[in-house]
């Protein structure tokens, strides 16, 4: 007997390899989406949602990708920084270029407090959460496409709001510009080294990238 609905936060930097045989992200969701009978759920690093392009195409020859809900960037402080993204599925439906509704949670109302972490202190999460499944369920009528749109997803495309929204360049300053670009840098710099999903602060980032370059230059 199959579960009818399968909910995973797999084990986060799997690379599969001899040196680190842990398994990686997606392939725990393709095993879980195939032994599911009706939904499957995963909140996984964002990395999980554009890289290892061919088993996400082999899943979407599979399953139907539903709702991407990009997370709060703090969700698990004070324990993690990672971004993570949770991804919606409906099992044994090929996705056959359906389209998928992609929501930004960049707040969910929660605070961080001393002891015990993140919590809503101030009541807020109820009403965000409300206003969240309301929008997921009429997507035609709150669509910005910037934290909300409603596209299709096909082929080895990647799963992540950022990569079909459109900007809204009207509020665009200087600063905001420089802010991008810096943040681009170092969102590559991280993507190259393989430490995309590293918990690290700018110090030691700066001292990986430095042993790198020392490294490059033996």
């Known amino acids: 007997m199959k579960p009818t609905i399968g909910f995973i936060n797999p084990p986060y930097g799997g690379k599969d390899t001899k040196k680190h045989p842990t398994k990686k992200e997606i ?24 890289k290892d392009a061919d088993i996400r195409e082999r899943i979407l020859s599979k399953h ?9 960037h703090d969700l698990f402080q004070p324990n993690a920084s990672t971004y993570t993204v949770i991804g919606v599925f409906e099992t044994n439906k090929p996705h056959n270029n359906k389209e998928v509704i992609f929501y930004d949670l960049k707040d969910d109302g929660f605070v961080l407090s001393k002891n015990k972490g993140r919590t809503d202190v101030y009541n807020k999460w109820n009403d965000i959460n409300k206003e969240m499944l309301n929008k997921l369920k009429n997507p035609e009528l709150y669509s910005d496409d910037s934290n909300l ?17 459109k900007t809204n ?9 420089l802010s991008a670009i810096k943040e681009n840098l170092i969102f590559n710099i ?19 990238l430095n ?4 490294s490059n230059e033996d």
Do not use: C
């Open 169 to 177: 360049y009207d509020n665009l300053s200087e600063n905001d510009f």
């Open 211 to 214: 042993n790198n370059l020392d």
């Open 27 to 50: 392939q725990f969701l393709e095993r879980m989406l195939d032994n599911v009978e009706k939904y499957g759920v995963i909140i996984a690093p964002v990395s999980t949602y554009f």
């Open 149 to 165: 749109l409603k596209t299709r997803i096909s082929g080895k495309e990647e799963w992540l709001i950022y990569a079909h929204m």
């Open 190 to 208: 991280r993507k190259d080294l393989d430490i995309l999903d590293e918990d690290m602060d700018q110090i030691t980032l700066l001292e990986v």
């Open 64 to 72: 139907t990708l539903k709702f991407i809900i990009h997370m709060p």
